[in-house]
């Protein structure tokens, strides 16, 4: 990359601005140009393979883990509450953040195609700075449900009604998009060196204004003024939200309510650390040749680790989702095995009481656990199911750590 010259060389930077005077340009006036190259692959080029497939594996964990959370949060009638309607939301945000850049990265990984076009390069920075403020604005709109419900829980059905709760989520897109757009825009209207080399695995702000050949003041105003709106302000938001929260829990009386309250509100406060954690990092220290390499890896934790971690951090941590997780899974094995065995010719009966609605979950695994070893017993007209069976005992054990539904 080449590295702004001081104001001394005046004409050596021009130079290196293609001969002209470093003005802004329209945007159709780049797309004919050869794009961008992401150089944040280069440092792996004997590791492509390994890169490959562990990013490959976090991004199947991520559609899958936020994938599930957002079903069972429509399924399930016990999570159709506030607090869940917007974690299906984030759930939602998730998949869209990650998919806006590790399939570029995983493309870059497999094939060796290093280079972006400065088409794709504008799309991926616009939907990347998009879901990423509207995250932090949803985080916020989660901490303040939380802070009704545990500070204000008489009036909370009345303040967090679902009409009030789906304006709010319109009204995030509204308030992001336009203002997005415009700095997207102003962004990539800027001349830029010859050499487009960028140090990063994606396009991001940051980097793509250490390519222009032009004063970038006011991009790094308005970068810092849209940090300060949708990234500051909503963490302050959320920070006072927890110390009113603190505060009310404190005031219970019994252990056991304090640590029922705080229950409902960490598996928040810690997706809130790990993604303002890295984020604040990259985007408010003060950037140095030292710190490329460091911004580009913390990048990587919160548009890719964290939305992983998610799921995992709301299922072990939160009781009704853990429940509603594992009464999904097992009534659609319980039921597709009672099926299964119900229609086999030589098995016409069954378990007694296999298929009865109402049944209570021991009993029921007792069941499936019974429905298993006739399966295995069975001729080659029901053996062919064994591996199926196996497998979803596998399932069993692996959620065996979850308390049982009540």
Known sequence: MVDRPPASSESLFELLCAGK???????????????FILLGFSDHSSLQGLCFTVLLVIYLMVLTGNSLIALITVVDSSLHSPMYFFLRNLSFLEICYTSVTLPKMLVG??????????IGCAAQLYFLVLLGSIKCLLLAVMAYD????????????????????????VGLWVAVVPVQVGQTYWVFTLPFFASHDLHHFFCDVPPVLELACADTFWNQVTLYTVILVFAIFPFSLIVISYIKIIRTILKIPSVLGRHKAFSTCSSHLAVVTLFYGSATVVYLKQQSRDSVDTNKYLALFYTIVTPMFNPVIYSLRNKEVRIALKRLLWTKWYYRVCKMLSNSPKSPTGVPGCLKKGISYPLKQNHVSSLAFILLKKGKGVLKHSSYVASQLGIFVLYSIFSAPE
């Not at 005077?21 to 794009?35: A, I, V």
């Not at 990984?109 to 400065?118: A, H, Q, T, Y």
């Not at 939380?146 to 989520?169: E, N, S, T």
Request: hydrophobic residues 40%.
């Open 146 to 169: 939380r802070y009704i419900a545990i500070c204000d829980p008489l009036h909370y059905p009345l303040l967090m009604r679902r009409g009030l709760c789906i304006r709010l989520v």
């Open 109 to 118: 990984f497999l094939l060796e195609d290093v280079r972006i076009s400065f």
């Open 21 to 35: 005077m470093p003005q802004r340009k329209g945007l159709e006036s780049h797309t004919s140009g050869s794009g």
